[in-house]
């Protein structure tokens, strides 16, 4: 890192920590632009186009508005926890970016923070305490089910995220995110196939995106934890929502997708990154727009009982594999990677039940 | 230490976003399972029978747009097939073939919005099914717009026949529209019939016993799905229902699955009466003569259709002065929704909505 | 053995999103982008024929709202001059009920359908502003030689939204 300026220790911190605001708010801005002009093709219109040329305005202007409402809370709110919460939800998004290699040279703030998964996993774990605080200090019956939703839920995709990470980190050998971007020649979707689903599949319901988005459930709780928020708060829920997007599509980008690895990423790495994580998005996009949404106890089942075992055997079969090869996976190992997966997921849609159902109640 | 749980009540509407217009469920809930339920309605409550004491027979038309604003048409025929029951007015065959056609392009149009917004409460939270949907609807409600003008209140039906003619761009629109709606459908059901999502959601779910349909007077799709054959098209055909052929597609154990499906295979059947009704629509006059201020003979009569919801009856009694003396009107979803608190108990939160929404109710004729 | 739920049904259904965006847009833009109504289009406003009004106030008697207010008076050549015809279009629902009975084709239903006002008073229509003049388009409900001249509806079945030949 000879030509890199910044070698003193604060100046690093001070353009990184920069850095990640300035991510985190143009990239919010961005997501919400993507995803409310991408709905358009998906359902045969256009998106917004009426601010700015393409409707790129949109964002800007949505902010304006929501800045401008009143806030207002609810009486017989706990006031104090209803004026933390969005802060709770809202810090852990821009906590996760520290460690997030934004290009192999100029990196990150700390991208070689030796446990640095590790270090995403606890930190996004802690927007639950946020979410909770806001469904309980509303005094709102569809927010307090709301985050009795979001605390079980939660906890429970928490389980299949981790295991279908540590597949990663077996084969790599470490914690540290940039060492996760180099470990393998080949992209880890393609050669933990079931971990990458898996992944995708808890950080969907992590996100409270797609068919997973119980928490806010508009046709059933309104809006679930936000339902009592408006103005300022409510404006940090969304940045924090669509933030916590953005940051677990970087991961996925930097687990899965090897990050700013890419022809020229000398110079281009940032744009890199920043286009698989645009593509991870995507991609989640196209689920959201298609599927209807879990009930709860199908969402529980589906952790526990599907996304849990298969993140088990995933992580058993790597493990054999890294034995077996004694530390050097070879890329042509993603073959029988892909069978295994393609296996799994049908022997186990055959032995999956959901269970649940009917409840008998005194008449 | 033992916990305590308590089961807490929940009012779920009357401002509700999938409560379908104003409409109140008192939810009594333990956790997410409903425990109790209990309907609350009235909250758009306009007087629609007292208003017809003080309008002539003609000047009700327009307000039973009103009633189910989603099946105007349908809505109209009823009540214009109890007047001329009532005055004994013969309808011209033309006018009996373009009610049919209406009929079941109003049917169409009325199941691929209730099947749309039941996926939406199913939680397709951002409506794509539903747009799609409406980009069908939108093509009959093109049509409605050049037979009579409007889109949504059609007003269209008359005592004695219809107002006007059909335009002449009217039939290649329908026939075009006939030809292409199967491909339509066969695009829904791949985007949904075979969902793992869709179906965890509605397989078993609500389940409506065929028993307890018919004791509560269930009708239309509703009470199809629960196995019950029964369409008052074929049982007590009205218009020129008897000069078609189509099935009468039942469900199998009455879940909202079946209520789906069943709405679905409703469509493909009325198109198959719209190709049917195409080919042998005949020449001649389109409306009988009837005076402008009508007076039917002292007496009564019921009059009742198949409405995309259900059997939608009108009974009118007439002291032969211009306005009914009384009108009642038998609103199929009002009934429908009877059945509700049977169907969902038990169920979670998000059962409860997507159960509800699978009656396809209107809140127009529910409170009427 | 069958195998069933593996997501199928799921991919079949991503399948059919992803084909839609390949596919033409139906949205019109609205403001800029104007759809032609249908002949029978029974718009916003009512035209009022005043050369071929007799006052016979069936317009009036027809209405379910009771809208219209006709005042005449007796003229003199023994024929009725209408001096106040009057309709209040914020209480009117546009069923063309008036426009059907007129026996002598003098009213008639407005093309129009942009006319939001900031004032209620501003929506009852006086005799001047009813009649027919030259801003004046009148819709073809229940007049079949208006219906003649009037362009063809826009549909959604032949412009937009139809599918491609795959």
């Known amino acids: 890192m000879s030509f890199w300026p910044l070698d003193n220790y604060w100046a690093h911190f001070a353009v990184f920590a920069t850095v990640i605001l300035a991510f985190v708010v143009i990239g919010v801005m961005a997501f919400i632009y993507v995803e409310r002009r991408g709905f358009g093709p998906f359902q045969l219109r256009r998106g917004p186009n009426r601010a700015g040329p393409f409707g790129v305005l949109q964002p800007i202007a949505d902010a304006i508005k929501v800045l401008l409402k009143e806030d207002i809370v609810p009486a017989g709110a706990d006031r104090a926890v209803h004026f933390l919460a969005p802060v709770v939800v809202f810090l852990p998004v821009l906590l996760i970016f520290a460690v997030v290699p934004f290009h192999g040279k100029l990196g990150g703030l700390i991208p070689n923070l030796n446990i640095g998964i590790l270090y995403v996993v606890a930190v996004s774990a802690l927007g639950v305490v946020g979410l909770f605080m806001a469904g309980w200090g509303s005094n709102n019956k569809y927010s307090l089910i709301s985050a009795m939703r979001v605390v079980a839920a939660m906890i429970s995709y928490e389980m299949p995220l981790v295991l279908s990470i540590i597949g990663v980190v077996v084969i790599v050998g470490s914690l540290s995110m940039n060492d996760i971007v180099t470990g393998h020649q080949v992209p880890f979707f393609l050669l933990t196939p079931l971990g990458f689903l898996i992944f995708l599949a808890s950080s969907m319901a992590e996100i409270n995106r797609g068919p997973f988005d119980l928490l806010e459930a508009d046709s059933e709780i309104v809006a679930g934890f936000h339902i009592e928020y408006s103005g300022m708060k409510f404006a940090m829920f969304y940045l924090a929502e669509y933030g916590h997007a953005l940051a677990m599509s970087a991961i996925a980008a930097t687990v899965f997708l090897k990050g700013w690895v890419g022809p020229a990423d000398d110079y281009l790495g940032g744009l890199w990154f920043v286009a698989k994580t645009l593509l991870i998005f995507v991609l989640l996009i196209w689920f959201r727009i298609t599927f209807p949404r879990l009930r709860i106890d199908q969402l529980m089942g589906f952790a526990w009982k599907f996304l849990f075992p298969a993140a088990l055997i995933n992580l058993l079969v790597i493990g054999i594999e890294e034995v077996a090869f004694d530390g050097d996976i070879p890329w042509w190992v993603l073959f029988i990677n892909f069978a295994v997966a393609g296996g799994l997921i049908l022997a186990w849609s055959k032995l999956f039940k959901l269970g649940g159902g009917r409840v008998e109640v005194a008449v | 230490m033992e916990l305590r749980t308590e089961p807490f009540v929940l009012n779920m509407g009357p401002q509700h976003p999938s409560t379908h217009g104003v409409f109140r469920m008192r939810v009594t809930y333990d956790g997410e399972v409903v425990m109790d339920l209990e309907p609350m309605f009235g909250y758009l409550h306009r007087g629609i029978e007292k208003l017809a004491e003080t309008r002539t027979y003609t000047q009700f038309i327009p307000l039973t747009d009103r009633l189910a604003y989603l099946s105007s048409m349908t809505n109209n025929h009823a009540y214009v097939l109890a007047v001329e029951k009532l005055a004994g007015i013969t309808v011209p065959e033309r006018a009996e073939y373009i009610r049919v056609i209406m009929d079941e392009m109003m049917r169409i149009s009325s199941h691929l919005m209730a099947v749309g917004f039941f996926l939406n409460d199913l939680g397709c939270s951002v409506f794509t099914p539903l747009l799609y949907m409406y980009r069908e609807r939108e093509k009959l409600l093109d049509l409605f717009e050049m037979v009579c003008g409007q889109r949504l209140t059609y007003n269209y039906m008359r005592i004695g026949g219809v107002s006007h003619d059909l335009p002449e761009e009217f039939m290649p629109a329908l026939k075009q529209f006939v030809a292409e709606m199967p491909s339509y459908i066969e695009e829904y059901e791949a985007l949904l019939a075979e969902n793992e999502i869709l179906l965890a959601r509605t397989k078993g779910v609500g389940i409506l016993p065929r028993e307890l349909a018919i004791n509560a007077s269930v009708s239309g799709p509703v009470l199809r799905a629960s196995g019950v054959k029964w369409d008052i098209r074929k049982v007590d055909p009205y218009s020129v229902y008897d000069r078609f052929e189509f099935d009468i597609p039942t469900g199998e154990v009455g879940d909202n699955y079946d209520r789906y499906r069943v709405r679905i295979m409703e469509m493909q059947q009325s198109l198959r009466i719209l190709r049917q009704a195409i080919e042998q629509l005949p020449e001649g006059e389109v409306c009988a003569k009837v005076p402008q201020f009508l007076r039917p003979p002292k007496g009564e009569a019921y009059g009742r259709i198949e409405g995309p919801q259900g059997e939608l009856g009108f009974y009118i009694v007439s002291d032969n002065s211009i306005a009914p003396y009384r009108l009642h009107i038998r609103p199929p979803t009002l009934i429908n929704l009877t059945a509700l608190r049977d169907m969902i108990r038990g169920w979670k939160l998000a059962d409860a909505i997507a159960t509800f929404g699978s009656i396809d109710i209107c809140l127009g004729e529910v409170d009427r | ?166």
């Open chain 3, 1 to 166: 053995m069958r195998f069933e739920r593996y997501g199928k049904g799921l991919a079949k259904g991503l399948n059919i999103t992803l084909k839609h965006v390949f596919r033409p847009r139906i949205t019109t833009q609205y403001p800029e982008q104007k759809l032609t109504v249908s002949k029978r289009f029974r718009g916003y406003e009512l035209v009022w024929d005043k050369s071929r009004c007799t006052g016979c106030a069936t317009c009036a008697k027809s209405c379910p709202q009771g809208n219209i207010e006709i005042v005449t008076s007796r003229g003199s050549d023994n024929r009725y001059v209408v001096e106040k015809f009057e309709v209040d279009t914020g209480r009117c629902i546009f069923c063309g009920l008036c426009v059907e009975s007129c026996p002598y084709d003098a009213l008639f239903l407005g093309l129009d359908y942009e006319r939001a006002s900031y004032r209620r008073g501003d929506l009852v229509l006086s005799k001047e502003q009813l009649e027919l003049g030259p801003g004046k388009r009148r819709s073809g409900y229940f007049r079949p030689e208006v219906e003649s001249t009037l362009p063809r509806q826009t549909l959604l079945l032949d412009t937009a939204g139809r599918k491609k030949q795959d």
